[in-house]
């Protein structure tokens, strides 16, 4: 399995997650857990997801990713998905999806600054 | 290999990526643009993983085609699964019957030049899919 490729750093209160390129079902399922266990194990207060080398985002892939924003939700943190590619926003929006409510932010620094905003950071 | 047509088979979840991978390297091989190979691509794994979810085992056929004026690329999932008794139901928005997101056959179609869905219950499902490359 590609589960290997699936970082999460932490940087002050935040997961950074690398979303790999072209992820398998288990890999998605993967990520999320691991995601969820840092968020426990790191008191984390925000993720970042970046998702800046996806090429494909289909439905199961966009299902995951809302689904994760929302446990987050759950263990009390926020969610910003970055680095969505032009061609992926394109495509994902024709084909009908949403990733739900999560938050965007055009790369990871970005991200990093909307967090640190809403965490009242200095 | 050629690299003009051939077949996958789609039995499991994994086959899933090696659908995009080689759909991914036919757009390629056509010259086709980074968004319509985006479409095409998304389109192909949502049509695979249908085959997965629904009829468990099929395959998918794939064609470069020609015309005196351009050139582009056929896709044929082709699968004996229980078939789907309404197409029409099926085309509609937020219609699913399993755990995806109902947006599978109408998401796909806007996504492709053209698609056509043969399906008899029992039987199996034949959903082909075209998009011709706007570049050549």
Redesign the interface.
């Known amino acids: 399995m590609e589960n290997d490729n699936i970082s999460v750093i932490k940087v002050r209160d935040v997961l950074m997650v690398t979303v790999p390129p072209?992820p398998?079902?288990?890999a998605m399922a993967f990520l999320q857990e691991k995601v969820l266990m840092s968020m426990e194990q790191f008191r984390a207060k925000g993720v970042v997801l970046d998702i800046s080398a996806v090429?494909?985002?289909?439905?199961?892939f966009?299902?995951v990713l809302s689904e994760t924003v929302q446990m987050v939700i759950l263990m009390g943190g926020k969610t910003v998905i970055a680095g969505m590619?032009?061609?992926?926003a394109?495509?994902?929006t024709?084909?009908?999806?949403s990733i739900g409510n999560a938050e965007t932010a055009l790369n990871v620094d970005r991200a990093l600054d909307m967090i640190s905003e809403s965490l009242q950071w200095r | 290999m050629d690299d003009r047509q051939g077949e996958l088979s789609i039995g499991r979840e994994s086959d899933v990526i090696v659908v995009r991978q080689t759909v991914r390297k036919i757009t390629k091989l056509l010259g086709m643009g980074l968004t319509d190979t985006t479409r095409v691509v998304t389109a192909a794994s949502e049509l695979a993983r249908n085959i997965f979810l629904y009829a468990e085992s099929g395959v998918m056929r794939w064609n470069v085609i020609d015309t005196p004026s351009c050139q582009g690329i056929e896709l044929v999932f082709v699968d004996q699964g229980p078939g789907i008794p309404d197409i029409g139901q099926a085309m509609q928005e937020g219609y699913t019957t399993s755990k995806g997101l109902g947006m599978g056959l109408p998401g796909s179609r806007r996504l492709v030049d053209e698609m056509e869905i043969v399906s008899a219950v029992g039987k199996g499902t034949t959903v082909t899919i075209k998009k011709w490359n706007r570049r050549s």
């Open positions: 072209d398998d079902d288990t090429e494909t985002l289909d439905s199961y966009a299902r590619r032009p061609s992926v394109i495509t994902t024709q084909l009908g999806l």
